[in-house]
């Protein structure tokens, strides 16, 4: 599994958000993110490969003979692999590399968190630039299946105030995001920005006035909903205010109105039939599945008739080979991301029927990633259906390619 774009230079625009709430990181942190974005290429490359390599040259072959037939499940490949050195040495690696990605940003943020704080109230008071608004509800409980853990392993999770008006959370998870993401997806909000255009591409006619993203952290992914409908009133949730606060300050640094709000988004407080558009980015797999169920009903609940539900996620298992499942999992037992192999295990159109959603306006769709795959890309497959969902995720296996899916609320 490469990822890394040949024409991304990592050690370019190091720390650069590209706005006012980016942390100043010296000459020598700049180089520790390049390194360790090279270390994620890495991982993602040789050593993934000798893992896979190991796996089918030996270990599969062994349980063969041992068994008479192939591994059929993750869980019997992970068990198979548990002792080789090489697959120890790849989650080792990968470990340490997560926790690099944000001791390569913490320093500069530590250093210039009186100054972002500052700058989050002067943006956040300042209407001139855009009329956002922030509701942070301090009585919320945060959930502890979140509040509980460093989920990803990031240091204090996304919910941690350490002192008054925090946004150190905020400011970790999305310089960590670049370092992350940088040479894989192109730019920052590659991901919603993909999809968004596929979306009024693939629905010409749908134009939604009222969108909600749920669980938007610090809304790197929920700008994206403003800028490709710049005529719609924009929503994002999430449980975690320092993410909030610095997710608010940056969407009006950049002059885009967004409006933030602490909420549980699998029981939101918004009236019936508020919104046209309720979406999620890279949510759901850290939710357990009780939570998402009741995620999926409170949406259908706050859609209007001809409103559309729809979710960025990993793909499902059921379009995986046993070694493809295993690989994708491997978060949900190192990298504290516990609910992510029985979110993949389920079904999203049976969760989403389950919801209250007809069957037939269930939707599906993959969306490949311009950055790796050209401009014309996306339209190439515009009028793909459900059942096409495997050719296509193995299609642009090489590359970045966006697995969604949601339904249509028609009554
Ligand atoms: C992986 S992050 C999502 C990333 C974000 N959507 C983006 O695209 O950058 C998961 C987020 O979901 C939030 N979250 C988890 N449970 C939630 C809940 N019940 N309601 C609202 N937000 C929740 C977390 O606080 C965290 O910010």
Redesign the pocket.
């Known amino acids: 599994m490469v990822w890394l774009n040949p024409h991304s230079d990592p050690s370019a625009a190091a720390s650069d958000l590209g706005h006012a709430m980016t942390a100043r990181a010296t000459r020598d942190e700049r180089a520790r993110q390049g390194f360790v974005t090279a270390a994620r290429a890495h991982m993602y490359g040789s050593i993934a490969r000798a893992l896979k390599t190991t796996y089918e040259c030996k270990v599969k072959p062994a349980f063969r003979a041992r068994k008479r037939l192939d591994p059929k499940t993750d869980l019997e490949v992970h068990r198979a692999l548990k002792q080789e050195t090489v697959f120890k040495f790849y989650s080792r690696y990968r470990n340490i590399v997560q926790g690099l990605v944000y001791r390569s940003v913490i320093p500069g943020i530590e250093r210039d968190l009186p100054a972002l704080i500052a700058r989050a109230k002067a943006l956040s008071q300042d209407t001139t630039r855009a009329e956002g608004t922030l509701t942070l509800n301090p009585r919320l409980k ?2 502890r ?2 509040g509980g853990l460093d ?2 392993l990031m240091p204090g ?3 941690t105030d350490h002192v008054a008006d925090d946004v150190a959370q905020g400011a970790i ?2 310089h960590g ?1 670049l370092v992350f993401i940088r040479g894989i997806i192109g730019h920052l ?1 590659g ?2 920005d993909g999809i968004s255009k596929y979306v009024r591409a693939r629905y010409p006619d749908f134009r939604p006035a009222r969108i909600l ?10 700008l994206p909903w403003k800028a490709t409908f710049p005529e719609a009133d924009v929503h994002g ?4 205010a320092p ?1 909030l606060r610095f997710g608010h300050a940056r969407a009006q640094s950049r002059g885009i109105a967004v409006h933030y709000h602490q ?6 407080t918004f009236p019936d039939a508020s919104f046209d558009l309720v979406t ?4 759901l ?3 357990p599945m009780d ?1 998402v169920r009741a ?1 999926l009903q409170d949406a259908r609940r706050l859609l209007r008739p001809g409103g559309l539900m729809l979710h ?1 996620e990993l793909p499902p298992s059921t379009y995986m080979d046993p070694y493809s499942d295993f690989f994708l999992n491997w978060d949900s037992c190192y990298n504290k991301e516990p609910f992510y192999r029985a979110f993949r295990a389920a079904d999203p159109m049976k969760e989403c029927r389950d919801a209250g959603f007809a069957r037939g306006d269930y939707v599906q769709f993959v969306v490949p990633s311009t950055h790796h795959f050209g401009a014309d890309a996306p339209a190439a497959v515009l009028n793909q259906t459900a059942a096409d969902t495997p050719t296509l995720l193995q299609k642009y296996l090489g590359g970045v390619r966006w697995f969604c899916f949601g339904a249509w609320r028609s009554a």
């Open positions: 945060v959930p299946y979140t989920v990803h999770n996304y919910h998870y999305e995001w909000d991901i919603t993203d749920l669980g938007c952290t610090t809304g790197i992914h929920t949730v999430d449980v975690a993410c909420m549980d988004g699998s029981a939101t999620s980015c890279m949510v797999h850290e939710m939570r995620l960025y």
